[in-house]
Structures are given as C-alpha cells and as structure tokens.
C-alpha cells in the first residue's frame, strides 16, 4: 500500500535511482500506522454499465491536471487529480490497456501496470502518477516479472480522492497477451 500513496506525492526529489526513497517510505508507513490506517482502505467506486471493449493509450490517460493540497493527517501536500473529460467518460467502462509490469507484491498478488519500463524508474524519469495503474486481478494471483510488456482488460475505475490508491485501476483485470 506504500506504494499506492507515493503515487500520489511528488518524492522525485528525493529518488536517485536506488534507495534514497526507502527513509521516505518507511517515515509513510510509520504516519499511516500511527493514523490508525489499514490495509482495508476506502476505495472509490463506480457503476459498470457498458461491456464494449474500448482500446485506451498512455497518451489519452496523460490529459489530466494535479492540483496540489496539503493534507492535515500526512502533515505534506499530497496531488488531485482532476481528469479531462475525456477521461471521465471511460470511467466505468471495459478498457484494453497495455504497459510494463511492476510487481509491487508479486506473492501477494499486487501489480501495476506502467506506461514506462521499471528500469528508468517512472518517478524520475519524467513522468509521474498519470502513467501508472492499479490492477486488481479478476480472479488468483499471476506471476509476471518486472517490465515484461503485457495487455490487460477490465474495467476502469478513476480515483480523485483517495490518497492511498493509484488514481487510474483496472478493477477484474484479465490478461489478455503479450
């Protein structure tokens, strides 16, 4: 879950391509254990109507603006997300994606999929939280390695405000090839 909430700050300047960021996460993982925050955090949620299959890219996901907002419990100022509306109107709806895997928790099921190779470090290298997103798995837990280039289908489901979740999930993500 560490990882979900650092999605939504800016620690670029703290990331030099190895473990200057383990203190910042750890110091994240202290805060949330001290606010009484569990692994069963609130998710957003959303109605899914239409089954139609729509092929999304990176490039349409980037037209969104980040507000920036301190938020009182992490003592930091932390980014919204308000998506174009566009965006807003895949919302709900069943996407085919495609993207670099990052297994987060690889036993414990938790991937994301990233528009960028984990290996030029999305953070640093220039992009930020628009480029990846959460799967949630439909069903198991698959094994994937790091930057293997793969295609999911599920359906999307923004997040605008919930700080410990990636704003872009793939909820009943099926893998669908490489």
Not at 44 to 67: A, E, G, P, R
Not at 106 to 128: D, E, Q, R
């Amino acid at each position: 879950m560490a990882f979900t909430f650092v999605s939504c700050s800016n620690i670029s300047q703290w990331c030099k391509h190895g473990n200057a960021a383990t203190g910042y996460l750890s110091q994240i993982l202290s805060l949330r254990k001290q606010a009484g925050y569990t692994e069963n955090l609130p998710v957003s949620t959303v109605t899914y109507q239409d089954t139609t299959v729509k092929k999304v890219t990176w490039k349409q996901l980037s037209d969104v603006i980040f507000d920036r907002k301190w938020d009182e419990k992490m003592q930091m100022p932390m980014l919204y997300p308000s998506f174009s509306r566009s965006i807003k109107a895949l919302n709900g709806k069943t996407i085919r994606i495609s993207g670099y895997m990052v297994p987060v928790d690889a036993k414990g099921g938790m991937y994301v999929l990233s528009s960028n190779p984990n290996s030029s470090c999305f953070f640093c290298g220039g992009a930020g939280p628009e480029t990846v997103m959460a799967l949630k798995f439909k069903s198991g837990k698959p094994s994937f390695e790091t930057d293997d280039y793969v295609s999911f289908q599920g359906r999307l489901r923004l997040n605008e405000k919930n700080i410990y979740e990636l704003y872009y999930n793939l909820d009943d993500a099926v893998f669908v090839g490489k």
